[in-house]
Each structure stands twice: as structure tokens, then as C-alpha cells.
């Protein structure tokens, strides 16, 4: 087994949740061994033709790597991670915070066909697709942005691939609608956690009442001008909100989530041309962290 493969453990996690291996008009390569291959290009980062003949054909990888983004298999397989870590109790949900991380994209990132995508053998477009490829430029050239939910434990819990330019509140909606961990003893998968931070970039009107209206208990600090403009208004400005240090302290965690996952030099800058591949290649990166990490655990709020 070669550095960065998978265990025979974290295999037999995976294996029940992929796609069956033989079909008509040929024999799929060995799917673990298709696995390590994606995984070792998104642990390096080199160009998919560069991959260790070890692996198998380069194209093969690359195609399942991209099927799999396209209809949605690498969003199961992180749910399904994520329901056995939860009926273990290894996730925290005592505290999930919300941040983004802004990706420097390399060239080879942009220039994709305007033509949109297909699945392949299905008239439909792949999941997490984007007109506009999830690329921004700034000064320092062309950007991309993942907005994401971490639990305490310091693993992902939900995504979203925005361009750079993206501001981060509008976001924490849909990143937190797509929290969603089955149950596999029945009843309706989770989608709710108990606490919710996030910095200054995340205080708003919007985000508040959703949260009060999903009975979310939160903490993100009111950022001067609102605190002011709210003061001036007098009584018809509100209340203000509640603010607790000592929680706050645990933002670290949803930090320290994302420095795990730009460990993947594939995450860090990306490569990929189109918006639902790059998804695929950062939903690799958090199922290898659920995989193969140990949740750190905190005192319940």
C-alpha cells in the first residue's frame, strides 16, 4: 500500500456506497485502485497525465473522478461517512461554524467549453453546475471561493464553490440548508445542528431570522456600523444581539477545518476547469478527513 492509499478499514467504509464496477461493453478498472489514484492526484496536485502508472490509465481516473462529480456519487459517499460517524456519536454537534476560504485558480482552471455539460448517458447536467464556472478575477488574477459548515471535531460538514468575488453572508443559508446526515436506524436525516458562529462577515438581518426561525442558538459579533445604526434608530432598531465570548473562543475549529482540507494542494489551488469537478475534488478531500481523522471533542455548550 502506497503513502496516502486507503486502509483496508476506510475501504470497506466506502465500497457499499459506490456504483457497481462491471458493465456492458467492458470491465471497469478495480475501484480501489481507481480510488487511491484520485486521491493521490488531489493529495499532490499534479496534472491527471502525471498520475503513477500504479493507478492504472490516467484517462480512467480522470473519467470516474468527473462521472462521479457529475451525478452526485461523491455527495452520497460523504453522507454516508457522515451517517456512521454520527451513529458512533463522533460528531460534535454542539457547535458548527460557518466560514470561507478564497482558492488562487491556475490558468488551466479557466477556458472551459461555454457549451453546458452533460452526464454522460443522461439527458441532465451534472450537479453543483455553474454558467459561470464558480471563477471571479481580483487584482491578484482569477479567483474561486468555498464557503463551508464545520462541526467541532474539525471536519466538513456541507460545501459550496462560489467565485471569489462572492460576499460571504448571502451563502451561510444555503451552506447550512445543506447540512443533512441520514439516520440509518430510520427516521429523518439531521439537518439542524445545535450552535452556529460565524464572524462579522455573517451578521445580517436575513441571517439571524433564519436562524431564530430554525430555533438555532448563534453567535456572531454585530459589527460597529450595524451597532450604530441600530442605537440611532432607538427603540424601533431592535434588540441587540447576544454575544458570548467564551463561545466564540471555538471559531478556531471551522478554521483549522479548512487549513486541514487546503492540506490537499488540489484544494488549495485549483486546477479543474469546471465548477462541479472542483466540488467533486474538495467533497474527496472532507471524505478522506472524515476517513481518517479522530473528532476533537469539546464541552457541550
Partial sequence: ????DLTNREWSLMEPHLPPSGRRGG?????RTVLNGILFRIRTGVPWRDLPERYGSWKSVYERHRRWSADGTWDRILQAVQAHAD???RIDWGMVGVD??????HQHAAGARKATPRVPKKRT???????D?????????????????????????ALLITPGQWGDAPQMIEVLDRIRVPRPRGGRPRTRPDHVSGDKAYSSRRNRRYLRRRDIKHTIPEPKDQ??????RG???GRPAGFDKAIYKRRNEVERTINRLKNFRAVATRYDKRAYVFHGTVTVAAIRLWLQTSPVFYASL
Avoid: V
Fill in 1 to 4: 500500500m502506497g503513502r496516502g
Fill in 27 to 31: 470491465r471497469w478498472n478495480d475501484h
Fill in 87 to 89: 451513529l458512533a456519536g
Fill in 100 to 105: 470561507s476560504t478564497s482558492c488562487r485558480a
Fill in 125 to 131: 447536467t451534472p450537479r453543483h453546475h455553474r454558467p
Fill in 133 to 157: 464556472e464558480g471563477l471571479g478575477r481580483s487584482r491578484g488574477g482569477l479567483t474561486c471561493k468555498i464557503h463551508l459548515a464545520g462541526e467541532g471535531g474539525c471536519r466538513p460538514m
Fill in 227 to 232: 451597532r450604530a445604526n441600530r442605537q440611532r
Fill in 235 to 237: 427603540s424601533r432598531g
